[in-house]
Structures are given as C-alpha cells and as structure tokens.
C-alpha cells in the first residue's frame, strides 16, 4: 500500500504570507503527526491527532501556527503571517497507535518550506 | 534540556565491518525506543524498534540493544555496507504516549 504522502515537496514563499501544507496518512492510520526539522536541528514535534481531533498541540512554536484533519484522514497544517524562521522541512507521521505496546510511526518525504 | 542524545555526530566504519551506533536518553518514562533511518531529502524510514520489556531485538543486519539501567541504547550493523551510509536517529516515547523525541542524529559513511 502507498506510503505516508505530503504536498507540496518544496513550497518557497514570502515573508508575511501565509502557506498551507498538505499531508496524506497510510490508509487505515488513525493518529497523524507533525513535526519539523530546521537546518542543522533534530526532528521536533509539533501536533498529534488522533481521529480528527488534536489533544496534543503543545508542540506548536506559536499562535499562527494551526492544524486540521477532517474524515480522519488528510490533514493540513497552515502557517499564517510566515516568518524567514519558518523555514525548515516539515514532516508528517502516522500509526496505528496501538492501544498496547510500542506505536511505530511512518513519515513522509516532507515539505521544504524557505521563506524569504 | 535533550532527553535523547546521540553524542557521535558522525561514524565512519569500512564496509563488511560492524557499525556501532549509541543513544543515551533521560527521561525513565520511556517504553519505546525506534532507530530511523534518513537520507538526503527524504523523511526518516523505520528501521528497528525495541519495548522496555526486552534488552535486545534483533532484525536482519540491524540489532538494537537496551540497557534500561543505563538509560542507554545502541543499533547493531553488522555486516555494514555502502548503502547503509545516511544519518540515523534514535527516537523514544512513553506512556503511550503521542509524540517521539529524538536524538540529534549520527551520520554513518560506510566506506568500501
């Protein structure tokens, strides 16, 4: 079965606008995360959701940054008024999340985002 | 305050020889411990992972060993082999809990 997908791959923008990125979880997947690396940094989380609903945003850097997911599948994560500290490869996650034992999560290729 | 380190930022081993990678982690809650694989431009792809409940899983090539007391955990190659050149995380997680934390990351060459 297909893998974990994110659009766009490399999204460059604007310092002040706004972007929207999209990502695609494994069929059947029910918790979804994000998180994201910037240059020279290690993977840091920013939201999980289980279903279409999010009970953990604590990772979110600050209030322009906000999540949906909607049927319990695709979700996007928007970033409003862009800063060049944006910048970075957001990757997206998901998994079974296992009631019991260890939950493996599957990433995406992620989204490049430069803001200029 | 990193609850997950890898202290080697990188590792270069000749090929056919064992590649030895190390995590040390903080946090005594954790009950799950994952090695991900990552190249250039993509996203990191699972490799191997271990429950608090054993000390060592092994998989093919790759052998991940728990040392709880420690708080320490180490991936196995064995034998290495070029492709297994990328940068390898360390990730862990606890209390079924949601989010992974992970290492900063060792870049493995594997020279031929």
């Known amino acids: 079965g297909a893998g974990v997908s994110q659009s766009p791959s490399n999204k460059v923008t604007e310092k002040g606008k706004d972007v929207e990125l999209r990502c695609d979880p494994i069929?059947?997947?029910?918790?979804l995360y994000w998180y994201r690396q910037s240059l020279g940094q290690g993977l840091e989380f920013l939201i999980y959701?289980?279903?279409?609903?999010?009970?953990?945003k604590s990772g979110l850097p600050s209030d322009r940054f906000s999540a949906e997911r909607t049927g319990g599948s695709v979700s996007t994560l928007t970033i409003q008024r862009t800063q060049q500290e944006d910048s970075a490869v957001y990757l997206c996650a998901s998994s079974l999340k296992l009631l019991a034992g260890g939950d493996t999560q599957y990433f995406g290729p992620g989204t490049r985002l430069t803001v200029l | 305050d990193q609850q997950v380190k890898q202290n080697s930022p990188s590792l270069s081993v000749q090929e056919g020889r064992i590649s030895i990678l190390n995590c040390d982690y903080t946090?005594?809650?954790?009950?799950?411990f994952l090695w991900y694989k990552k190249y250039p431009a993509e996203g990191p792809t699972f490799l191997i992972s271990?429950?608090?409940?054993?000390d060592k899983n092994e998989d093919g090539r790759f052998t991940v060993f728990l040392n709880k007391s420690a708080k320490h955990l180490s991936l196995h190659i064995v034998p290495s082999q070029p492709g297994d050149s990328a940068v390898y995380f360390c990730?862990?997680?606890?209390?079924?809990?949601?989010?992974?934390?992970f290492g900063g990351g060792t870049r493995l060459m594997v020279k031929p």
């Open positions: 946090n005594s809650m954790f009950d799950y």
């Open positions: 990730a862990a997680s606890g209390n079924a809990g949601n989010m992974l934390t």
């Open positions: 271990i429950s608090s409940i054993k």
């Open positions: 959701f289980q279903g279409n609903s999010a009970p953990d």
């Open positions: 069929s059947g997947h029910t918790a």
